[in-house]
């Protein structure tokens, strides 16, 4: 059964009345402003009558083109031609069979763009149309062979939805900011830009939308880029809305955590550098931090005495004591202490290491008051405040962390990307 989608806004439907008499069509802005849900539709709409047979939906990976634009919350492409549309294989590539409502069949090919080489996997054909989501995180090769692919197309469209990035980012400078020009030196050019917020998202009442936003602080650099979608420079202390006040605890208030949810041990692996195993409790309304274990060999109390696996393996079950965790998120690079683990019976699950997007998950979180962490981990609470963007890579229009003093924060991080739904967020 169909979805329905919400009403648009006056400014989501100007910038659907624009899509018919423009061939590059590009919505950014803020998180949940429904630019997935407006570009898909957008393009299903132009695939209905589309003289050309073969197109291109594409993201950072093939699982982000089938989840943002296949899938789209269950308003995407299998949604908009359900009983049209069957998956299928195009030349040895993944693809959906579209039949369209005036009878002929369409070949949307899904393809990856973040790696470097994955423009050759889209060489061979020539589009009609193209749809790239969250394209500013793929690679820039990427983004100019589908401009090339798409030359010979009977009606060239191509669609990109973006999250801002630093005003530096290169596809601002080599994308956005040349056919800005070209539009506004030629009204008739075809260039259309759309900016969206969660403001735009219908399907949010505003009895919700502000409880939601009364969550945020408004003053913080990490609000105005990913709420008001704006492209600021995201410097300075990563988690600058964590506030010692709300999100440490003491014994006193709060005890070990509710007793209702699920345990788990995040780790982040080290024999140079520290070792780091984080106890987690989620509730599933929020996540506990309630004890950490921290061993650096270059320490001074610790002479430079590197541990075996089998040491840390012996630290891990005194660490653990009675509790037995759910699962294990371990550095997914530590193949060793895994294989130790394992022997010792815990269930160990690799952890997911998208930085930027771990990063994100923990910061809403914080944001949220969804994070608590009980005061006896200093070190924990400690790297909150020197955990920081690298000054070096926002030169280069990149965002990094600084990779100095950071494992307690992949261990966080490690866990929020692993173990959190976003339907939770």
């Known amino acids: 059964m169909k979805n329905s989608l919400a009403p648009f806004t006056q400014r989501q439907s100007d910038y659907l009345s624009r899509v018919g008499k423009s061939w590059f069509n590009v919505a950014e802005g803020g998180k949940r402003g429904g630019k997935n849900v407006l570009q898909t539709f957008a393009f299903c709409l132009a695939l209905e009558k589309h003289p050309n047979r073969i197109h291109l939906i594409a993201g950072f990976s093939v699982a982000a083109a089938r989840l943002n634009i296949m899938d789209c919350d269950g308003y995407g492409l299998l949604n908009f031609f359900e009983g049209r549309c069957r998956e ?43 749809y790239i989501t969250e394209a500013n995180e793929c690679t820039s090769v990427f983004i100019k062979e589908v401009f090339d692919r798409t030359i010979a197309s009977q009606e060239r469209m191509i669609f990109h939805d973006l999250n801002p990035k630093p005003e530096g980012h290169w596809y601002y400078k080599d994308v956005l900011n040349f056919h800005e020009v070209r539009q506004k030196a030629d009204p008739e050019y075809g260039y259309n830009f759309g900016h969206f917020t969660v403001t735009d998202n219908m399907s949010i009442s505003d009895e919700k939308l502000k409880k939601i936003l009364s969550t945020y602080d408004t003053r913080s650099v990490w609000y105005q880029r990913e709420i008001l979608g704006l492209r600021k420079q995201a410097e300075g202390v990563i988690y600058d809305m964590f506030s010692p006040d709300i999100h440490i605890y003491p014994n006193a208030e709060v005890g070990t955590a509710p007793t209702a949810g699920r345990g788990y041990v995040a780790v982040d692996y080290g024999t140079v550098n520290p070792m780091v195993y984080l106890d987690i409790w989620d509730s599933e309304h929020a996540v506990y931090i309630r004890r950490e274990y921290y061993y650096a060999s270059q320490d001074s109390e610790n002479g430079g005495k590197q541990k075996t696996d089998q040491q840390y393996g012996d630290d891990f079950e005194e660490f653990c004591g009675t509790m037995y965790p759910d699962f294990t998120i371990t550095d997914p690079s530590a193949a060793s202490f895994k294989t130790e683990l394992t022997r010792r019976r815990y269930r160990v699950k690799d952890a997911d290491n998208a930085v930027l997007d771990g990063i994100r998950m923990v910061a809403s979180l914080f944001a949220q008051k969804k994070i608590y962490i009980h005061e006896s981990c200093v070190n924990t609470i400690r790297e909150i405040g020197s955990y920081v963007w690298d000054e070096k890579a926002k030169q280069r229009g990149e965002e990094k962390p600084l990779k100095v003093d950071d494992h307690c924060m992949d261990a966080l991080r490690y866990f929020c990307k692993t173990m959190i739904k976003r339907w939770r967020l």
């Open 88 to 130: 299928g294989v195009y030349q040895n590539r993944k693809c959906l069979y579209i039949r369209t409502i005036a009878g002929s069949e369409k070949i949307i090919l899904v393809s990856g763009g973040g790696k470097a080489g994955d423009e050759k996997l889209i060489k061979g054909n020539s589009y009609g149309m193209a």
